[in-house]
């Protein structure tokens, strides 16, 4: 069939530049649609295939045609996020993320990255830090880069977030090294895997809420893994924002900042007021994005046209017609 645009109501496409580059992307481009309940988004990153891109499918469905369930705080503690930049922008970045005192830094290597949790540590004295290495690293690297944070700075890390790809080699990694071990792509990249062992290769449980499917998936599964969760971003606007903002605020507990701040890593949002952190934390609140912003990130044509064809793709997949109950 076609694209079902009776389904994805008011479906726009935007592109939205990045302050500073960050994934490999200069421009965040997103859809954006309204269901029975509201406003939702489906952003899979360009480059992701189709299976991958239907578990964000049903994220963004749950969340234009499903309520809210019980939400347990009315704001959410965010932490800062550091990309790989010049150290000369680190307060500049920093200063984006008002009154928050947790900072989580991309890291390449040691020498760059130290250089980054000094230049944050000059700004905020007090930073909680956290390293994300996005599976980077060797089993070997990891053992190596670890030893010198160590020897540098001392146990001043809250964790280190995905040193290795791989969960053998980060179950080796957690017996060897005094840091706490937070797992992201290792959830999202395996939801096949049994998530009931993960407590054997990591302390924390990074959720995000599209790349896990969505609200009921990412309690379904937080009960599985039994670890305490962090619910970060998949660098969305504020629409998916709002959603992951709930999903944190749907845990009655949550042991730490969660890294949904990153609307200020982008040029602007779409919404009024801005998702972004204030006194640290972000207001828990539904989503509308502002008519002129629309107009201004606008994508062009053909961008509208790909992310039809996108959808229309995934709706008409095997594997989306015997795993979704949005179908
Ligand atoms: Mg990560």
């Excluded at 939205?16 to 489906?42: L, T, Y």
């Excluded at 990130?297 to 109950?325: C, D, K, L, M």
Aim: with cysteine; aromatic share 10%.
């Amino acid at each position: 069939m076609n694209f079902p645009a009776e389904i994805f109501r008011d479906f726009t496409v935007l592109s939205i530049p990045m302050k500073a580059r960050f994934r490999g992307i200069d421009h965040r481009e997103v859809a954006i649609f309204q269901g029975d309940v509201g406003w939702s988004e489906f952003s899979p990153f360009v480059e992701y295939g189709e299976d991958e891109a239907s578990t964000w499918l049903n994220a963004s469905l749950e969340a234009a045609y499903k309520p809210w369930p019980a939400l347990f705080r009315e704001s959410i503690p965010v932490n800062a996020t550091l990309p790989t930049v010049a150290v000369e922008r680190v307060p500049e970045i920093l200063k984006s993320f008002p009154g928050c005192t947790t900072v989580k830094i991309k890291v390449d290597d040691f020498e760059s990255g130290s250089e980054l949790v000094e230049a944050t540590l000059d700004f905020l004295p007090d930073a909680k830090i956290r390293l994300d290495v996005n599976g980077g690293w060797t089993l070997e690297e990891a053992l190596l880069h670890l030893y010198d944070y160590n020897l540098r700075f001392g146990n001043i890390f809250e964790y280190i977030e995905q040193p290795c790809a791989s969960l053998e080699d980060l179950k080796k990694l957690k017996r060897e090294v005094p840091f706490k071990i937070a797992v992201d792509e290792g959830i999202r990249k395996n939801l096949d895997a049994q998530m009931e062992l993960l407590d054997q290769y990591a302390d924390v449980a990074i959720l995000k809420w599209a790349p896990v499917g969505g609200i009921d998936a990412a309690h379904h599964l937080a009960s599985r893994i039994g670890l305490p969760v962090v619910i970060s971003s998949a660098l969305e606007t504020g629409i998916g924002i709002s959603q992951s903002l709930a999903l944190a605020a749907s845990f009655p507990t949550l042991d730490y900042a969660c890294g949904l701040g990153t609307v200020s890593l982008l040029e602007s949002d779409i919404c009024e007021p801005a998702f972004t952190p204030l006194d640290g934390k972000i207001q828990v609140r539904r989503a509308q994005p502002v008519p002129a912003l629309l107009s201004k990130y606008r994508a062009a044509p053909e961008r509208v046209e790909w992310w039809h064809q996108r959808i229309t793709q995934i709706w008409n997949s095997e594997s989306f017609r015997e795993g979704s109950e949005w179908r």
